[in-house]
């Protein structure tokens, strides 16, 4: 989809269907932390390279390079994405309000910037939208954000054309039934619009659907003309809450917002916003992932890597569903932890052999956590694995990053990525683990 996208805004043919992401491997067989994309072939693209970087605070899923060298930070990306499986159908937050957020923060850095919102949608569309989505994609659209893996009516989904449209808009929609919910309500007077909204959750500043909502509300607000002060009332939040790592009170200081009674702290924003990954444990999980789809007939039916957006679960029929969070949701609420649901970083399904794979992803530090955390996945086995592929057996395994160890003692891990990018198998690794990296190594020969 974003070669697509990429595609048919450099108006250049391409062809490109069975994509591979295939592992580039050194001379001395090590993995040199970067991928190339094979199958997409373009006149005006030679090469396509990944690599894992992180941020520092509210950070988009892609950042797409159209340049002859490595990224560095200083350079300006073509295109920010953001991604979501999600659609307004399963959850009307975490659709839209919940991403807002992101594209917001990421101006500040790269002005210039193409900004897109993509859904990669596994389930389908909701037919008629929500007006929690209809909002905030007007809002998204409003700011500059291209949206695509969606069908939008023109006639609905279009930018508001002045702040009153904003205000008239949001106020209109229906009130949560719920006595205890702030609704999101904006009030303008002369000298400054009140937005209401709850901002407290579990004893801090962390009720994400809300920051997103009022960051891009506050955004579209002040590129709309509006000059002076912008007032969050309702928020429920003490002073001790407003802490100078949020990235709410960042945005607050970008967009010059006020908590009411409160002090929002000045603080300097970090210089950069993004660092190539060198130590995050999703390093091993997301090589062992592509390693084994794309050198075996092997796949993943779910993964989590940290950092990394949940999927769905992929069932035996090839349908997806949403993980639940608890066995028995009445009795967590009740007080008895035992019934969530411990969810692995990784599952694939190895048909030749008839095994599941079940993976917990750990930084090389952080061994033995992993290995005890094996032992709490009972509940995921018997709500899906058991349920969904009865018959298969069910392996658990370890997979780490980092160090520069170059040999695994323990039998619950089933492969080390080191810090020099060595490819070490556990001694009782998972068979389609053996499969995938004596494929990979025949492949660089």
């Known amino acids: 989809m974003i070669l697509s996208y990429f595609a048919k805004d450099h108006e250049c043919g391409f062809f490109g269907q069975d994509l591979k ?18 199958g997409f072939n373009s006149s005006i693209v030679n090469h396509i390279y990944i690599k894992t970087i992180s941020g520092v605070s ?44 992101k594209f917001v923060y990421i101006k500040n850095f790269y002005p210039k910037t193409k900004m897109v919102m993509l859904y990669a949608l596994k389930v389908g569309q909701k037919e008629k939208p929500t007006n929690t989505y209809i909002f905030g994609t007007r809002l998204l659209l409003t700011l500059g954000v291209d949206i695509i893996g969606k069908e939008l009516d023109s006639n609905i989904f279009k930018p508001f054309a002045n702040i009153n449209e904003v205000i008239r808009f949001k106020n209109n929609m229906p009130r949560p039934k719920s006595s205890t919910n702030i ?37 579209v607000i002040r590129k709309l003309g509006w000059q ?16 100078k790592r949020n990235k709410f009170v960042q945005i607050a200081n970008l967009l010059d917002i006020s908590l009411s009674r409160l ?6 924003l970090p210089t950069e916003y993004w660092h190539y990954d060198i130590t995050g444990e999703k390093l091993g999980t997301i090589f062992i992932h592509t390693v084994v789809e794309n050198f075996t007939e092997g796949y993943s039916i779910f993964d989590n890597h940290a950092g990394c957006e949940k999927s769905y679960f992929m069932t ?6 949403p993980l639940q969070k608890y066995s028995d949701r009445e009795a967590y609420k009740a007080g008895d932890k035992t019934k969530i649901v411990s969810i692995p970083d990784l599952v694939l399904l190895d048909i030749s052999e008839n095994e599941i794979i079940t993976i917990e992803g750990k930084k ?43 040999k695994i003692c323990e039998i619950e891990v089933g492969f080390l990525l080191n810090e020099k990018g060595k490819l070490i198998l556990g001694v009782k690794a998972p068979k389609i683990f053996t499969r995938a990296i004596t494929n990979l190594l025949d492949y660089w020969k």
């Open 263 to 268: 002090t929002i702290p000045k603080i300097p």
């Open 21 to 38: 992401i295939l592992p580039i491997l050194d001379d001395k067989k090590c993995f040199s932390f970067t991928y190339e994309v094979i």
């Open 183 to 219: 609704p999101i309500l904006l009030r303008k007077t002369c000298n400054a619009i009140y937005i209401s909204g709850r901002l407290y959750k579990n004893n801090s500043l962390t009720h994400d659907p809300n920051i997103g909502a009022i960051s891009i509300i506050s955004a």
């Open 364 to 406: 090389y530090c952080n061994k033995q956590d992993g290995i005890d955390e094996l032992n709490g996945y009972d509940s995921f086995d018997k709500l899906y694995l058991n349920v969904h592929y009865p018959h298969f057996k069910i392996v658990r395994t370890v997979v780490l990053y980092g160090s520069n160890n170059e």
């Open 316 to 321: 035996s029929k090839q349908e997806y569903i």
């Open 58 to 101: 509210s950070f988009t899923d892609f950042l797409i390079y159209y340049q002859n060298d490595i990224p560095r930070v200083s350079d300006t990306p073509l295109y920010a994405i953001e991604e979501t499986k999600t659609d307004d159908k399963e959850s009307r937050n975490t659709g839209v309000y919940q991403r807002c957020s």
């Open 228 to 243: 002076k002060d912008i007032i969050v009332t309702e928020h429920g939040l003490s002073q001790n809450h407003v802490g």
